[in-house]
């Protein structure tokens, strides 16, 4: 059974920076994309970031290029967010699809995950 945990949310203050991680289990990640959407108050979810576990490509949304990073280690994906602004809040969830046909750029796109976590809140503000 798929599960995503996700960790590292909180109350920040602008222009710090903040790492992310998601944590799963019950699947090997080396056939998923894994990737990590948000989801700010009263707006639609969208994707931010996605690594592949086959071959360790990733994707960022092209609006969050330089201030946010995916990586991996083992089984625990991580999302790393510096220069935090108050845009940034929301909360940040986890999703895992196996890799098939789509692009992991597609797949974050078209928000094409079949397993989700819980999310995890992080909140920017002074």
């Known amino acids: 059974q798929v599960q995503l945990v996700e960790s590292g949310g909180g109350l920040v203050q602008p222009g710090s920076s903040l790492s992310l991680s998601c944590e799963t289990s019950?699947?090997?990640?080396?056939?998923?994309?894994i990737a990590w959407f948000r989801q700010a108050p009263g707006k639609v979810r969208d994707g931010v970031s996605c690594?592949?576990?086959?071959?360790?490509s990733t994707y960022v949304a092209n609006s969050l290029k330089g201030r946010f990073t995916i990586s991996r280690e083992k089984n625990t994906v991580f999302l790393h967010i510096s220069s935090l602004i108050p845009g940034d809040t929301g909360v940040y969830f986890c999703?895992?699809?196996?890799?098939?046909?789509?692009?992991?750029?597609?797949?974050?796109?078209?928000?094409?995950?079949?397993?989700w976590g819980h999310g995890t809140q992080v909140t920017v503000s002074s």
């Open positions: 999703a895992a699809e196996p890799l098939r046909l789509l692009s992991i750029a597609s797949m974050t796109r078209l928000a094409h995950f079949g397993s």
């Open positions: 690594i592949s576990g086959k071959d360790g």
């Open positions: 019950g699947f090997t990640v080396d056939g998923y994309a």
